[in-house]
């Protein structure tokens, strides 16, 4: 039984990366599989800080890829889910830290240990880093803001997806790709200020897996290290939860993308 | 694959379409040769390893006698490669292909003919836009002439920063081709699905060339080096199936 790997990607920094990948990654393992987070941004690490574990960071992603740690040490367990571990990357390395030959090895032996799923948090761009991120995925989540340069971008990665890719190279069933369009603010949206999900999956012209809100509870949760996923009163929450189901194979449909209608007592003292 | 050539190698390795071999052979030494093509063997056996090739004799001063020849087929063959055939040159080369009974592979441009000097028709002079970055050597794959050529076929997106191009051919794309990504042709191109991206018919000068697109955005089309940029895509234009085709010296585009 070997891994799926998940690559979370997108071309364009600051679309929410990191934030899909903790919340997609504690939506695996809150689903009951054993999942690792891995960071490929190294030398500008950050989801250590959005999962709530970087007090306890001793080895890295790049102690383990030049073999001055064991997995098991590097590994970090959640707090919450005992089943899900974070791999941090190094802040004091750079990209170049980063070997193929390392990763696939740092990969087999995620397979080895028994894990479900490895999610794989790209670092912006197109380089080094962002390749290597991708080059041994099963599956891609990409990460766009219902804007054009962010859809744009997206479109390039799915390109690379389809031919830089070890399952490309081979000639193996390609890697699956999955759209996920993120910050969508519905009134905006209504108002032609951003564009809406059908324009998004038309310009790209694949399905969108899920919609995320655009919401305040994101940026609190990440501020104090805890997933939005694990929040299930947040908009945001909730449609990452749809989302995980999703891509574990589930249907449900999409919330979230219609502007909400006032209640009645909104109505008479306004909203 | 090392770019430097070096007179003195016994020979130069291109690769045309199909993934053949071409052994151009500088100088009679089957030995030489043998050596030369086992170190290429060696550095890439991927993809040198029981490769097909074609030997070019058109770059020899006179063309060896057929004893000659076989060594130096017997030399590919030593060398891990498998040789299928002469490339072709000149008339001469023919004759030797039929004694040798070995198949002739492609017609190359007329540039291996120098002494019959009917040139071909001269290459387009405009060129409004840079020239297709790909590779510009003779194609072994080049079919003989008037042999039907067919279309190429990309099935699904055409992805920003990607670039096809069909040599000497029609181009069908079904599926988008998106903002950034170019699709070009030497013939026709079909579009069946949005174009938001580059598109440029008859990239060697054919002004016959049209370009047909089922949902028009494009940011750029382009029939042989006549161009035209869409600053804003005209409103009656804008979605709708259109063709564009070259009258003179003027870019034409009308709905279908």
């Known amino acids: 039984m070997t891994a799926e790997i998940i690559v979370v990607t997108s071309g364009k920094g600051g679309v929410g990366k990191t934030t899909t990948s903790a919340s997609l990654a504690t939506g695996l393992a809150m689903a009951g599989k054993k999942t690792a987070v891995i960071d490929f941004d190294v030398g500008l690490r950050n989801l250590d800080l959005i999962m709530g574990c970087e007090r306890r960071v001793v080895y890295d992603f790049v102690n383990v890829v030049h073999g001055e740690s064991t997995l098991k040490q590097s590994l970090i367990k959640d707090k919450r889910y005992d089943n899900l571990y974070v791999l941090a990357a190094s ?33 912006a761009g197109i380089e080094k880093g962002a390749h290597l991120a991708m080059y041994f995925a099963d599956h891609a989540v990409v990460v766009v803001n219902p804007e054009v340069s962010s859809v744009r971008d997206s479109d390039r990665i799915l390109g690379l997806l ?78 990452y939860g749809d989302t995980v189901a999703r891509i574990l194979g589930e249907e449900r449909p999409l919330r979230f993308i219609d502007v909400p209608k006032k209640g009645f007592l909104q109505r008479v003292f306004g909203g | 694959m090392s770019a430097k050539m070096d007179t003195a190698d016994a020979c130069d390795l291109r690769f045309g379409q199909v993934g053949i071999a071409c052994v151009r052979v500088r100088r009679v030494d089957a030995a030489a040769l043998c050596d030369e093509l086992e170190r290429r063997v060696r550095a890439a056996p991927q993809m040198f390893a029981r490769a097909a090739v074609v030997l070019d004799l058109s770059h020899l001063l006179d063309l060896p006698d057929d004893g000659a020849v ?29 004694r040798m009974g070995l198949p002739l592979i492609a017609k190359f441009r007329a540039a291996y003919e120098p002494a019959q000097g009917n040139a071909p028709a001269a290459e387009p002079a405009r060129h409004a836009e840079p020239a297709p970055a790909v590779q510009r050597e003779p194609i072994l794959s080049a079919p003989p002439p008037g042999s039907m050529q067919g279309a190429q076929h990309h099935a699904g997106s055409v992805r920003s920063g990607q670039q096809i191009y069909a040599r000497d051919r029609d181009l069908i794309v079904t599926g988008a081709v998106a903002n950034g990504a170019e699709v070009i042709a030497d013939g026709n191109i079909h579009i069946y699905g949005g174009l938001r991206g580059r598109a440029m018919a008859g990239a060697q000068g054919d002004a016959k060339a049209r370009i047909f697109v089922s949902d028009f955005r494009a940011e750029l089309v382009a029939i042989a080096g006549q161009y035209r940029v869409f600053e804003q895509i005209p409103d009656d234009l804008e979605g709708q199936s259109v063709q564009c085709w070259l009258e003179g010296d003027k870019l034409l585009i009308a709905k279908l």
């Open chain 2, 70 to 98: 076989d060594a130096l087929l017997e030399a590919v063959r030593s060398a891990g490669m498998l040789p299928v055939g002469l490339a072709y040159g000149t008339s001469e080369t023919e004759a030797l292909a039929k």
């Open chain 1, 91 to 123: 802040q004091t390395r750079d990209k170049d830290a980063l070997t193929q030959e390392g990763v696939e090895k740092v990969l087999d032996g995620l397979s080895e240990d028994g894990f479900d799923y490895v999610v794989c948090d790209s670092p």
């Open chain 1, 162 to 239: 389809a031919s830089k890719t070890r399952r490309a190279e081979k000639g193996e069933k390609p890697v699956t790709q999955h759209l996920l369009l993120t910050r969508y603010n519905p009134a905006r949206v209504a108002i032609g200020e951003m564009l809406s999900v059908k324009d998004v999956e038309e310009i790209l012209g694949i399905e969108v897996v899920g919609v995320i809100p655009e919401s305040e509870n994101v940026l609190t949760a990440s501020n104090n290290g805890i997933p939005v996923i694990v929040d299930a009163n947040s908009h945001a929450g909730q449609a």
